[in-house]
Nanobody, 129 residues
């Protein structure tokens, strides 16, 4: 079993920043493929960013086009925690943000919800205009 707990959401004005955290427990964190997804009201859950293990101490980072250049995904293996630094937030970034983990390598499916088998409870991010 893997437990994921997100934190760091809140209300921010357009142009502001937030940092989300995802604390993981229950398995070896350093070799897990991890991702952030978000779901706005009335919309499907969508990919935001992924941090996948490539072997050794190497990781690959991926971003949705809509957040590229504004969001940064990272992890601290010593703390079993993944982060999403979100800058230049816009009202369209408003959503519940979910942390996800995969117990298997996601391969080329790092952007697909189906590739992740553990999810956090979500944290609300609201960006006012």
């Amino acid at each position: 079993q893997v437990q994921l707990v997100e934190s760091g959401g809140g209300l921010v004005q357009a142009g502001g920043s937030l940092r989300l955290s995802c604390a993981a427990s229950g398995r070896t964190f350093s070799t897990a493929d991890m991702g952030w997804f978000r779901q706005a009201p009335g919309k499907e859950r969508e990919f935001v960013a992924a941090h996948t293990w490539s072997g050794g101490k190497t990781y690959a980072l991926y971003y949705a086009d809509s957040v590229k250049g504004r969001f940064t995904i990272s992890r601290d293996n010593a703390k079993n925690t993944m982060y999403l630094q979100m800058n230049s937030l816009q009202p369209e970034d408003t959503a519940v943000y979910y942390c996800a983990a995969s117990t298997f390598a996601t391969g080329s499916s790092w952007h697909r919800r189906e590739a992740y088998d553990y999810w956090g409870q979500g944290t609300q991010v609201t960006v006012s205009s």
